[in-house]
């Protein structure tokens, strides 16, 4: 396997989701728009965790295990809203989930752990 393809198409995985994040704050697509801020962190974690165990990432969506998984030591004040956002990927995939969590995903909330996540994907990008 092709670690390096692996871990570029990861990396470029996330700018790309990062930029439908951004567009969907922009339109107004709140929900879709944090699925897809858990999605840009997924994807980085993700490549981190192929570049540390030259392994193929694990199938999950689990941000805290991939972290452990990449060996990361998260700045504590990243910790509880890292575990907020882990549940936008269930809430934005299931719909017995999606209208608790489109009635949550207000603007203002939604602009909160959208700034959330690109502090948290900087931090991620200086490791």
């Not at 470029?12 to 944090?34: G, H, I, Q, T, V």
Request: glycine share 2%.
């Amino acid at each position: 396997m092709n670690f390096k393809k692996l871990i570029d198409y990861c990396y470029l995985s996330s700018e790309r989701k990062w930029k439908s994040a951004s567009s969907l704050l922009k339109s107004k697509n709140y929900s879709d728009c944090l699925f897809f801020c858990h999605l840009t962190l997924e994807f980085i974690l993700k490549g981190m965790v192929v570049e540390k165990t030259k392994k193929m990432f694990p199938i999950t969506h689990d941000l805290e295990d991939l972290i452990r998984k990449a060996g990361l030591k998260i700045p504590q004040e990243f910790k509880k809203e890292l575990t907020v956002i882990n549940t936008f990927n269930i809430a934005g995939r299931y719909d017995d989930y999606k209208f608790v969590f489109y009635k949550k995903a207000t603007p203002d909330y939604t602009k909160k752990y959208y700034e959330i996540t690109k502090e948290i994907l900087l931090w991620l990008k200086k490791q």
